[in-house]
């Protein structure tokens, strides 16, 4: 798993309520280009795409942080599937897995808006653990920097990526009687 750098957004919003953010379709995609495309020159790895300041995702991956809470709980965050997002398959599995993962690791699962200003002050105040991306086509991929305007927030990847990754590989590769992800052919 390398880490990789999200480059936020400035400007350009990725979707919006009501819209067509929750489809891959070109008339979403094709208008990124150029935001993409400057966040791969300055070295960046993608975008992590913004609507008033939350966070929604990035370009192809679900986005997973975990922190602290100000209670002092430890919490997984991703945004709410608002239609802004699109609720992928690693997302919905990893939020099936919900109970083993609170189970395994004390930390609550959450659904809810999260803007790029709790997870600067989480940074700040040493509350900010992980970050990391999601999608089908990948293992998790830890995010090692965020760069929001002047702001750099820097990362290691944690247990928690880690065991995720390997909690869902071993639950790939389960016999089909103990996986309900799995159709055994006959």
């Not at 430890?74 to 599937?81: I, K, N, R």
């Not at 305007?149 to 995720?164: A, F, M, Q, Y």
Request: net charge neutral; proline share 5%.
């Amino acid at each position: 798993m390398q880490p990789i750098s999200l480059k936020c957004s400035n400007g350009i919003t990725k979707s919006w309520p009501l819209g067509h953010g929750s489809k891959r379709i070109s008339g979403n995609m094709g208008p990124l280009i150029p935001s993409v495309w400057d966040a791969k020159s300055n070295g960046f790895d993608d975008v992590l795409w913004l609507l008033d300041d939350y966070v929604k995702e990035c370009t192809v991956l679900n986005v997973f942080i975990l922190q602290q809470s100000r209670f002092g709980h430890m919490e997984l965050v991703t945004p709410p599937d608002d239609s802004t997002i699109i609720n992928g398959m690693m997302r919905k599995t990893i939020l099936e897995m919900r109970e083993h993962i609170e189970k395994t690791y004390g930390v609550k699962l959450e659904e809810r808006q999260i803007s790029i200003k709790e997870i600067i002050n989480s940074s700040k105040e040493g509350r900010l653990f992980e970050i990391f991306g999601a999608a089908p086509h990948c293992d998790l991929l830890p995010v090692h920097r965020v760069v929001h305007n002047d702001t750099s927030i820097h990362l290691s990847t944690g247990e928690v990526c880690l065991g995720l990754n390997k909690m869902i590989r071993d639950a790939m590769r389960a016999p089909a009687k103990q996986n309900k992800w799995v159709t055994a052919l006959e």
